[in-house]
């Protein structure tokens, strides 16, 4: 059972969230992001990075479903926008399966906030 504070930190996830948004930011549009953040395949990394984020945005507030539902098509337009910067950038190109990859991480993310949520609660 996991402590009940780690999920009811929201200002900490709240941090943690925005340091991923900017990391993530940082990685999808620079024109040679560092290898020593990729798992060698890149829909595996769209996967983990939308997964965290996801994780995070869940945590950084109080759970409901129009909170989270809003925080997954939040994400989800924000997978899209990179792709479309992406597509601008010369090294780089916008493509479906990147954000398809998004879409899956952030259905992971959330599958795993609902988890550590039931995990945390008190036992009845």
């Known amino acids: 059972m996991l402590p009940r504070t780690v999920t009811e930190r929201h200002g900490a996830w709240r941090l943690i969230l925005l340091a991923l ?3 993530i930011s940082y990685l999808a549009l620079s024109p040679a992001p ?11 990394n769209h996967l983990l990075a939308f997964a965290a984020l996801a994780l995070a945005a869940c945590f950084s507030t109080r759970a409901s479903v129009i909170r989270i539902g809003a925080s997954a098509l939040g994400l989800l337009a924000y997978g899209g926008l990179i792709e479309l910067l992406q597509s601008q950038l010369p090294p780089r190109q916008g493509e479906w399966a990147d954000l398809l990859a998004d879409a899956l991480g952030i259905a992971l993310g959330l599958a795993a906030a609902a ?3 039931r995990l945390s609660r008190p036992a009845a």
């Open 34 to 44: 560092p290898r020593g953040v990729d798992t060698g395949w890149d829909k595996l």
């Open 115 to 117: 988890l550590l949520r």
């Open 21 to 23: 948004l900017l990391l």
